[in-house]
């Protein structure tokens, strides 16, 4: 009996404390803020050629939504540079100030999600859209991050309180109303988070010097991480290729 008593208890305690350290390791603004911070600049290319864009079949309210359209889960430019990566810094104890907004706004728009990647701090209060002629249904799925199903009237919106996204991870919306409709919150661990833009590139400013790690994250090419040096005052350029 007293055996498999502990073969319980062990694990149960070694979960809670996993939580206790993992709160203690909570990110931190620097007092009187970065000095001589580095920057990581660079660009995200897709290795190969890109396929063609998956074409979304819209078979449910087409005068509201719209006819068909390519999907925007994998967006490269001629250069091959991918739109949407996030590029994130999140080894990092203290750094700089939060410079995200304090309020984010997310909008359904012709049937699609605006933007397909937000990008966000956590505990942020902001607001769920429908710009359209029909409603939605608002659903998403996380691990214990911010999970919610609800309807969206036409025209209406809805007020995601303060304190509602409880920890940073990653967050996939989708409607059930309209199957085609996919996205993702991406809500950062540290502000060293970035998103890239058309042509891929991206830039992560006032580091403090520091070897770091440096993570991937893409909705279709998944995730992946590597090591950055960071010298005080100097730019480090990284290029970073992925695969399909
Ligand atoms: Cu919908």
Known sequence: MQ???WTILIPIYLFIFGINSAEAAKYAVMEGGVKNGGIVSGQ???NGTAPPARILKIDEDVEACGGDRPSKELLVNKKGGIKNVVLSIEDIQSGKKWDFPNEFVYDQKKCAFVPHVLLIKPKVQGFVLNSDKVGHNF???SKGIYNINRKIKAGAKMKVKKNKIRKAGVIRAKCDIHSWMKGW???????????TDED???SI???PAGTYKLKVWHEKLGESEQSVVVKAGITTKINISLEL
């Not at 919150?185 to 998103?195: E, I, S």
């Open 3 to 5: 055996k498999v008593r």
């Open 200 to 202: 891929g590139t991206f």
């Open 139 to 141: 659903h998403t799925v």
């Open 185 to 195: 919150w991406f809500v950062a661990k540290t502000p060293y988070t970035v998103r």
């Open 205 to 207: 400013a006032n580091i």
């Open 44 to 46: 995200v290319i897709l």
